[in-house]
T-cell receptor, first 111, second 116 residues
């Protein structure tokens, strides 16, 4: 399975944008890029996913590099509730559905 | 979003006993569910893929006789930790795969197991 590399931790100020990077240089052409986040003592929560084009939803935006070797999750205005571990995961083709979690990025949001 | 529940949310059991954890997909049918384990300050580790009506597929290094998985219906998968020991204490999380929309996994809230 292709791996992802994320910074261990990042800090942000409340109400400022946050850009969470992810490198996935060995991504295959069929891998979707998924982002999940996990609040303390909870199960992960889906944030966003994409294949080639940039994606937006109510939670965040996903910017995917043209060569697909990296992506960035963008939180437009961080709130204290966004403090969590953010995981960037490559999802293999549909016939498996398995998600392999890396270490993720711990985001701290300062008031 | 879709809802996946787990029961119990936390359980304490004595060493040598077995404990069963239930994972329910509340608003969609899931032929595939997954079980993860998470130790403190670590990431989720996939234990097994639970398939409705067939045997589970275990990841390398996970003992199938110790972690029994049953996926008897399209909305319920159970994980039984047999002969539990203190090293089995962990946060167990399940997820259900939704294949009718965007092929997403929806996660349960987790079960905190403490073996004394």
């Amino acid at each position: 399975d292709a791996k992802t590399t994320q910074p261990n931790s990042m800090e942000s100020n409340e109400e400022e944008p946050v850009h969470l990077p992810c490198n996935h240089s060995t991504i295959s052409g069929t891998d979707y890029i998924h982002w999940y986040r996990q609040l303390p003592s909870q199960g992960p929560e889906y944030v966003i996913h994409g294949l080639t084009s940039n994606v937006n939803n109510r939670m965040a935006s996903l910017a995917i590099a043209e060569d697909r070797k990296s992506s960035t999750l963008i939180l437009h205005r961080a709130t204290l509730r966004d403090a969590a571990v953010y995981y960037c995961i490559l999802r293999p083709p549909r016939n498996t559905g398995k998600l392999i979690f890396g270490q993720g990025t711990t985001l701290q949001v300062k008031p | 979003g879709a809802v996946v529940s787990q029961h119990p949310s936390r359980v304490i059991c004595k060493s040598g006993t077995s404990v069963k954890i239930e994972c329910r997909s509340l608003d969609f049918q899931a032929t595939t569910m997954f079980w993860y384990r998470q130790f403190p300050k670590q990431s989720l580790m996939l234990m097994a893929t639970s398939n409705e009506g067939s045997k589970a597929t275990y990841e390398q290094g996970v003992e199938k006789d110790k972690f029994l998985i049953n996926h008897a219906s399209l909305t319920l998968s159970t994980l039984t930790v047999t002969s539990a020991h203190p090293e089995d204490s962990s946060f167990y999380i399940c997820s259900a795969l939704r294949t009718t929309s965007s092929y997403e996994q929806y996660f349960g809230p987790g079960t905190r197991l403490t073996v004394t």
